[in-house]
């Protein structure tokens, strides 16, 4: 793959029949991390933004959507939760929330680190190199900071206030801080080209990614983009495909945003290179205020469906789960 060329890549995309690519990334997946899936509970536990990202329902300008934050017991509450399903890693994700001070959110991962055995990934965005580095020291073993677009122009577009080269940079002080580093992006933006799709799938193998989330974009009603259409999951399988083919090493999930435009959505991005998939472990009374998207699947599941439904998953596509951590821990 390190010599598949960009217009290589577009045509791939760009073919309408090509079941060949799916397959193949199937294989190599199979081949560089075998048949187990690994299980990332995640808890969101803020959805307060300071950000204004046009594609997202969480960002500021939105005032319909209600507001919440976990305290930093609530927080440990729901780790302990994931704990008990046996799941390794706790993924605490929110919006870029200032509200939490660095020594609280540093207490709160040294505190599950010391009495939970898992990986603590952490997904709260742009952060100062001192943050990161001390977050890093307090315990956290991974970060995903989504470089959502690797096309400059669309990038500011989305995300105003905020800058392409600076989140490039970002996920190097991450690799230079000792964290497996999770990116990746969104398909079928608005202004989104298959050109651009293809440079950003030369980007995610050029980074070098531990982890490498790609979901579909889905317009969210209220925000600018509402109008847009959403990115087809066929689009999304062959980006995942590809990307398996980029990085044959790297932990993919089957993301809730893919399962989220086809109910079956997730059971084939495993068919196609995926190898991770991450429950919504957020306590039931907040999680539909964390609607990033509409219609986020598993919203009205207690943890324990949303168990039952990836195991259930899982076996019928005669894979197993994982019992490490799936990465370093
Ligand atoms: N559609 C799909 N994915 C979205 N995200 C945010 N908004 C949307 C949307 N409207 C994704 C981004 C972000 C992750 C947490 O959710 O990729 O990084």
Redesign the pocket.
């Known amino acids: 793959m390190n010599s598949f060329k960009k217009e290589e890549i577009v045509k791939h995309l760009t073919c309408n029949k090509n079941r060949n690519i799916l397959k193949e990334a199937d294989s190599i997946r199979k081949e560089h991390c075998g048949d187990e899936v690994h299980i990332r509970g995640i808890i969101e536990f803020s959805n307060y933004c300071k950000r204004d ?1 046009l ?4 960002r500021k300008s939105n005032k319909k959507l209600t507001r919440y934050r976990m305290t930093a017991d609530e927080i440990f509450k729901a780790a302990r939760k994931v704990e008990e399903f046996k799941y390794k890693t706790i993924v605490l ?1 929110s919006g870029e929330d200032d509200y939490y001070r660095i020594e609280e959110l540093c207490g709160l991962v040294k505190r599950i680190k010391k009495e939970i055995d898992c990986a603590v990934t952490l ?1 709260i965005g742009e952060r100062t190199y001192d943050e990161y580095k001390q977050l890093r020291e307090a315990g956290a073993d991974r970060y ?3 470089f ?1 677009t690797s096309n400059k122009k669309l990038f500011v577009f989305l995300k105003p206030g905020s800058l392409y080269e600076k989140r490039l940079k970002r996920l190097e002080w991450l690799r230079d801080l000792g964290y497996q580093v999770g990116s ?3 398909v079928g933006l608005p202004g989104q080209t298959l050109e651009m799709l293809a440079d950003d799938i030369l980007l995610m193998n050029k980074l070098d990614l531990d982890m490498i ?1 790609i ?6 009603p209220d ?1 600018p ?1 509402w109008r847009f259409r ?2 087809t999951l066929e689009l999304t399988l062959k980006t995942i495909a590809l990307t398996r083919m980029a990085a044959p090493d790297a932990y993919i999930p089957a ?1 809730t ?1 893919a399962g989220s435009v086809d109910p079956a959505g997730r059971q084939k991005a495993l068919q196609c290179g995926a190898n991770v998939i991450m429950p919504n472990m957020t306590p039931q009374k907040y999680r539909k205020y964390y609607e ?2 509409p219609d986020k699947i598993c919203l009205n599941d207690q943890p324990g469906d949303c168990r039952m439904s990836i195991k259930t998953i899982i076996e019928s596509l005669g894979r197993n789960i994982a019992r490490g951590y799936g990465g370093q821990g």
């Open positions: 990202c594609y997202c329902g969480l994700q997904s995903l900071l989504k959502e990746g992006n969104m989330g979901g579909p974009f889905i317009p969210h925000t983009l959403e990115g993301t945003a990033i998207y």
